[in-house]
């Protein structure tokens, strides 16, 4: 038999859809390489791998959540979102659109407003039954009187709905905060929810202690230059350290975490500005507003994996409080998109050399 499959050949072998064998291969399930062509070829070993152990703990979900919300709540959930969760959210109002969200790479966490109306009840219990979302949280808000958030099974959540959005989320979050690992609560500074998978994230990315590359050079000098910031930085944030892949106006390679106002963007997941360090209650005391140092400004764009995780941020820092212009503030973005891209281009081409080297 062939020790190279096509992704017809894997979809035959696993008794599943073309389309379905390409999702598996897009969101990492299957390993695979491009030849000179641009064709996809995948080790066959990989696929009677999965067969083998086609509930494997190893699925991959992203750090995104996924709010299914009530008819006319959509807009009212993009605005609230779930501060400190760490997730970027996705919001649909109907329940056939959630499934071009979810086809892909499934999500950390999937909100179902009005879980007890006829199509959202069939939603759920499809999900429950679906191997692929075993690793995700699943949340319904139903109309039942449950008073605190009722867990049914393993990662099955049963919340009472709410009539305001910020309410409702404000539970999702409490609750969310009240799964995090012991070691995550008592840190020290603010860390997201997804902490754990986080870290996982940053690890695999193989950045951590890496040599120095004139590509992140290059963007962290950029970052300086169109803000006229004194320091620029790409973070790296492990447990316990905040380390710089590249920077300018800052000596050292690393400081201890809870000195990093990148947590603020972790937490997020997005981009974060703020204007004046001295004034946010959770900067007091952090020694890089002392001297010799003296900062008070940051703006950090997050730097994220194919899975969306943060792993850091590209941001700039001054010693006096200021504003962002939208031209810096795009210029950032953009920036913080390209280290992302990079990022994610180079893991593809680390996946594809060793599912190559495995045959």
């Not at 892909?104 to 007890?116: G, K, R, S, T």
Request: aromatic letters at 6%.
């Amino acid at each position: 038999m062939k020790d190279i499959l096509t992704t017809a050949d894997a979809a035959e072998l696993l008794g599943v859809s073309v389309r379905t064998a390409q999702l598996w291969v897009e969101s990492g399930q299957l390993p695979s390489w491009k030849t000179p062509g641009g064709h996809r070829r995948i080790p066959r070993q990989a696929v009677l791998d999965l067969i083998d152990d086609p509930h494997s703990d190893d699925v991959r979900v992203s750090a995104r959540g996924v709010v299914v919300a009530a008819q006319g709540r959509g807009a009212h959930w993009q605005l609230t979102g779930l501060p400190g969760s760490g997730l970027l959210l996705d919001v649909v109002e109907d329940v056939e659109a959630l499934s071009k969200l979810i086809a892909v790479i499934p999500p950390m966490l999937i909100i179902v407003e009005n879980a007890d109306e006829p199509d959202r009840k069939r939603l759920i219990t499809a999900l429950g039954n679906d191997v692929r979302y075993r690793q995700t949280l699943i949340v319904s808000a139903t109309e039942a009187d449950v008073n605190h958030p009722a867990t049914r099974m393993s990662r099955r959540v049963q919340v009472k709905m709410s009539s305001d959005v910020s309410q409702m989320s404000a539970a999702v979050v409490d609750y969310l905060r009240s799964t995090k690992p012991a070691d995550n609560l008592s840190a020290g500074f603010p860390t997201p929810w997804n902490e754990r998978a986080r870290l996982e994230a940053v690890k695999q990315s193989e950045l951590l202690q890496s040599a120095p590359d004139t590509s992140f050079d290059r963007l962290v000098r950029l970052a300086a230059d169109v803000t006229h910031a004194p320091v620029a930085m790409f973070t790296l944030i492990t447990k316990d350290a905040q380390w710089f892949k590249s920077r300018i106006g800052f000596e050292g390679e690393q400081t201890p975490r809870d000195w990093a106002f990148c947590n603020s963007t972790l937490m997020a997941n997005k981009f974060t500005v703020i204007e004046d360090l001295s004034r946010v209650e959770i900067f007091e005391g952090n020694p890089a507003l002392a001297a010799p140092f003296g900062f008070r400004f940051y703006a950090g764009a997050p730097v994220r994996d194919k899975f969306d995780f943060a792993l850091g941020s590209i941001c700039v820092i001054d010693v006096v409080p200021r504003t962002l212009a939208p031209s810096e503030f795009e210029a950032l973005t953009t920036i913080a998109e390209a280290t992302t891209n990079l990022i994610r281009v180079r893991a593809q081409q680390r996946e594809e050399q060793n599912a190559y080297s495995a045959i």
